[in-house]
């Protein structure tokens, strides 16, 4: 009799965890902001990254690169850029000003793919200095952003660019996840990308890193990329995963518990964050410095940063920019599946950006 209890209050208790649980999940699919989660893969058709001499990350240089991210091996976006001489996305190489003979404002732009910028097939930064240039025929904006990079590849790509291209003012475009980003190096083989941790070895960074990246073919068709995303994904997740995610990764109760873990990483991370930003202040004495805070497809969604700077950065003697709250963001900037801003997104980034720094009347 009382082997039958405790099983029957074993029973009452899972089936109570049971139905607390999907009460939650409902719970968080009314409140989450985020998209249900699925399986994605991002694709490249080109090792894209390298590091220079000074440790820095930029891409390859004098490429045209496809990048290609798929959903449940459905294409998202499927976009092209070209990167110049220096290895950053541009259709024009960055010459000195005494090479071009003039002497207007010089903007270098650092940031992250949301810098970069091609996700909506125009990479803003370039396009933004060409318009730009209608106005001021002298004014120059190096683009720098970097995808996936954060404050400590700031910094060394500043100081690794100084040598390169001469600007008068450094402009920060950064998003608040940012502060969470560690240091990496690229490393490529014949079909995968893969980001080291700061100091991990090649040997070691093949074996335990999973691959960011499927480097494949820039000739293939849509209908052969999509059948290459579909091999790859059916490679790299196994049944138990593949139920596992369904069950798990799709879960908004998942999301929401992640990202509250996230928020409280940057939290902790923030600080070494705001290290590197005081050593961009002492490497550039006589350099202006601003920091404009973009916001993310969670952030707006929720209506606030998942970090406030502003007291932080200006301490530093950095200009702060709370881009969320003083610029206009349409509806539907962002790729759902993604995260990156789409053409419109980028469009806002770009007005937003010029209406700080004046480039656009």
Request: with cysteine; glycine share 6%.
């Amino acid at each position: 009799m009382h082997a039958k209890k405790t099983v029957a209050l074993a029973a009452l208790l899972l089936a109570s965890t049971a139905m607390s649980l999907v009460a939650a999940e409902g719970v968080a699919r009314l409140l989450s902001p985020f998209p249900e989660k699925h399986e994605k893969l991002w694709m490249l058709s080109s090792p894209t990254f390298r590091a220079d001499s000074h440790g820095a990350v930029r891409y390859v240089p004098n490429q045209t690169i496809r990048s290609v991210i798929l959903q449940d091996d459905d294409i998202v976006y499927d976009v092209r850029f070209q990167t110049n001489d220096l290895g950053f996305i541009d259709h024009e190489n960055y010459l000195a000003p005494t090479e071009r003979g003039v002497n207007g404002p010089r903007y270098a732009f650092v940031g992250d793919s949301f810098t970069a910028g091609f996700h909506g097939g125009t990479p803003w930064v370039p396009a933004l200095r060409d318009k730009a240039r209608e106005a001021n025929p002298d004014v120059e904006i190096y683009n720098l952003g970097v995808s996936g990079t954060g404050f400590e590849h700031f910094v060394r790509l500043l100081e690794s660019v100084n040598l390169q291209a001469d600007f008068s003012e450094i402009v920060i475009l950064a998003i608040s996840h940012d502060f969470w980003r560690p240091f990496w190096t690229p490393l490529a083989t014949d079909d995968a990308l893969r980001f080291c941790g700061k100091d991990e070895p090649p040997d070691y960074c093949l074996e335990a890193v999973p691959p960011v990246a499927r480097i494949f073919d820039v000739e293939l068709d849509r209908s052969q990329v999509k059948a290459l995303a579909a091999e790859t994904t059916a490679a790299r997740v196994s049944p138990p995963r593949k139920l596992r995610d369904r069950l798990i990764g799709r879960s908004r109760l998942t999301a929401l518990l992640f990202e509250q873990y996230r928020r409280f990483k940057l939290q902790l991370s923030r600080r070494e964050s705001l290290d590197r930003l005081a050593a961009l202040r002492d490497a550039f004495p006589d350099k202006k410095i601003r920091f404009i805070h973009l916001p993310s497809m969670s952030e707006l969604a929720r209506g606030g940063y998942d970090l406030e700077l502003e007291d932080d950065i200006v301490e530093l003697g950095i200009e702060y920019f709370p881009a969320m709250t003083a610029c206009t963001w349409p509806d539907g900037m962002f790729y759902p599946q993604d995260g990156h801003p789409n053409d419109v997104g980028y469009e806002a980034i770009a007005q937003c950006v010029s209406s700080q720094l004046g480039l656009v009347p």
